[in-house]
């Protein structure tokens, strides 16, 4: 096995597994905050700049990021639609912005309600901002749409460069509703090279076996929800996010480092089962990692 020796996660349990609940209050969304950063995590995306009617558990994103406050050693991300959500995030004053487009231009349309073209425009506009800080373009339904189906690897990878060439910081390839499998990721690794992040999903039970397989590919960046939570409200078929927890046992299993400690994962992952109301569908998260002990 050729595995890297490290990687990056970043948690978006905050967001992406937040987005599709029903409204927490804003102490409650920074209590599970404090809960991920507690267990290790230096990267997390904690909240989104969009409008209330289209996302009501993400009011409030700018009073979020007030109460969890700057954090030595710690990028903390917002997702941002467009360049007026961009500048309040940048006012609010967030380390990394997330971006989304999709290579589904009906998905696209249903996301942000912009052709894809629009989208790359309104992306190359946030990055030329005064004092913006690095962009993440999140390229949804990398590996397969709802509506299209199968998108070329080939498509894939010229819209990651028209991404750079309209100054993205980095890419991030996601698996909207869980049609990836290790050979399209393959496919599109192939093309796109590995220099890139990974969001995966669960919607078929294949999130993990993902996960290993850009991982023997040489991906080093992996976003990862807390409990499993997330989904897009606007993909038909969309479900969670693969487990931070989840990942961290199998990384911890293979002797890649994270950084982050799984029992204290678990945790949080509780946490967030009780304030969401619902069980959270981590497997780890009811279980533990196989390394634990049991009477």
Same mark, same amino acid.
Do not use: K, W
């Given at each position: ?25 804003? $102490?409650?969304? #920074?209590?599970?905050?404090? !809960?991920?950063?507690? &267990?290790?995590?230096?990267? *997390?995306?904690? @909240? /989104?700049? %969009? ?57 696209? $349309?249903?996301? #942000?309600?912009?052709?894809? !073209?629009?989208?790359? &425009?309104?992306?190359?506009? *946030?990055?030329? @901002? /005064?004092? %913006? ?163």
């Amino acid at each position: 096995m050729r595995l890297p020796d490290s990687v990056q996660l970043r948690d978006v349990g905050a967001r992406d597994g937040l987005q599709s609940e029903s409204p927490l209050p804003i $102490e409650q969304r #920074v209590e599970l905050i404090e !809960a991920i950063l507690a &267990a290790g995590v230096t990267h *997390i995306e904690l @909240a /989104a700049f %969009v409008s209330p009617s289209a996302v009501p558990s993400m009011a409030g994103a700018a009073e979020v990021v007030a109460a969890v406050g700057r954090r030595p050693g710690v990028v903390r991300a917002a997702l941002v639609p467009n360049l007026r959500g961009a500048l309040m995030a940048i006012e609010s004053g967030v380390e990394e912005l997330t971006v989304t487009i999709s290579a589904s231009a009906a998905y696209n $349309e249903r996301n #942000v309600r912009m052709t894809i !073209a629009e989208s790359v &425009a309104q992306i190359e506009s *946030i990055c030329a @901002a /005064a004092g %913006v800080p690095p962009v993440d373009a999140i390229v949804s339904c990398a590996f397969g749409a709802p509506y299209e189906g199968d998108i070329e690897p080939a498509e894939i990878a010229a819209l990651c460069e028209r991404l750079r060439s309209a100054g993205a910081s980095a890419l991030t390839l996601a698996d909207t509703t869980g049609m990836a499998t290790p050979r399209r990721i393959d496919d599109v690794l192939a093309l796109t090279g590995t220099d890139v992040g990974m969001h995966l999903h669960e919607t078929r039970n294949t999130g993990m076996v993902n996960v290993y397989a850009a991982l023997q590919a040489g991906v080093r960046r992996f976003d990862c929800s807390v409990g499993g939570l997330g989904g897009s409200p606007f993909a038909d078929g969309a479900a969670g996010n693969v487990a931070t927890e989840g990942v961290v046992a199998l990384l911890d299993d293979l002797g890649v480092h994270s950084g982050l400690d799984v029992e204290l994962l678990i945790r949080a992952a509780l946490l967030a089962e009780s304030l969401v109301g619902h069980p959270v569908p981590s497997r780890v998260a009811h279980a533990g990692p196989r390394s634990r002990r049991t009477l």
